[in-house]
């Protein structure tokens, strides 16, 4: 199955597809009117659709009916994470973490942070592809990135509240022992330096639980998608 984007897609009414979508369905996929194809609007639902009118710049389709598709949990992680140096690492990131299954994911702004600035847009748009490719019909959104200490006061993470950090002397248990299933969660990786001692205290005072990632030593990029993993592997028992 091949899936398209659309943010307008609604039952019963003729939606135009945007010029990057109606390229790939006219011009690459060579498909002509009365084709059908499959379209979600990035918010869960899926529309199974025929071409109406077959334009490589404005594809319009009509809606034919609304399937239900299972790549989605009901159970959403928010991942808040710092950037990694290398941007390409983020990006790496971004695509693996929307195929197996995130909600959003927030860029923090930390103590150690070697980087502070990524640019949203194209992390969006990998996770568009992501999205797509991996049949998935929720996309998630990728929060500018903000201040840890301010995101952490804003009250923004709801559920099970996570925080994976390395400080020796620290009581953590092991992140299996603490996700619990069939709950929302939001879970902090830090930079490459790790989190400072103010930071995780803070977090704690937020009432995030501290936890271990294992004995060895992960990347941020490692640490977060086997987060993200842990997350979708013990909600897809429930």
């Known amino acids: ?8 897609i609604a039952p019963g009414a003729f939606c135009t597809l945007d010029p990057e979508e109606s390229r790939h369905a006219v011009r690459v996929l060579r498909k002509r009117k009365g084709d059908e194809l499959h379209l979600t609007d990035g918010r869960g639902m899926l529309h199974h659709c025929r071409i109406v009118v077959a334009d490589d710049r ?9 399937d239900s598709f299972l790549s989605n949990s009901p159970f959403s992680i928010h991942l808040a994470v710092a950037p990694t140096k290398n941007p390409s690492r983020m990006e790496w990131l971004v695509e693996k973490a929307v195929e197996i ?4 994911i927030t860029l923090l702004q930390c103590d150690h942070s070697e980087r502070t600035f990524l640019k949203t847009e194209r992390l969006q748009k990998i996770a568009l592809s992501a999205m797509k490719q ?12 903000t201040g840890l200490r301010e995101w952490l006061q804003s009250g923004v993470s709801t559920g099970q509240r996570i925080i994976a950090h390395c400080e020796a002397g620290c009581p953590r248990q092991p992140l299996a022992a603490t996700l619990q299933p ?4 939001t879970i902090l990786i830090g930079p490459e330096g790790d989190f400072s001692s103010e930071e995780i205290a803070l ?4 009432g995030f639980l501290p936890v271990s990632l294992g004995s060895s030593r992960l ?3 490692t640490a977060a ?14």
Do not use: W
């Open 134 to 145: 991996s049949l998935r019909t929720l996309l998630p959104t990728i929060h500018e990135a």
């Open 182 to 185: 069939g709950l929302d969660t």
């Open 219 to 221: 990347r941020t990029e």
């Open 58 to 66: 404005a594809c319009v389709v009509e809606p034919v009916g609304q």
């Open 225 to 238: 998608l086997y987060a993200v993993a842990a997350f979708n592997l013990i909600n897809d028992r429930t």
């Open 1 to 8: 199955m091949q899936l398209f984007y659309s943010p307008d």
């Open 203 to 206: 977090a704690l005072k937020c």
């Open 101 to 104: 299954g995130v909600g959003a």
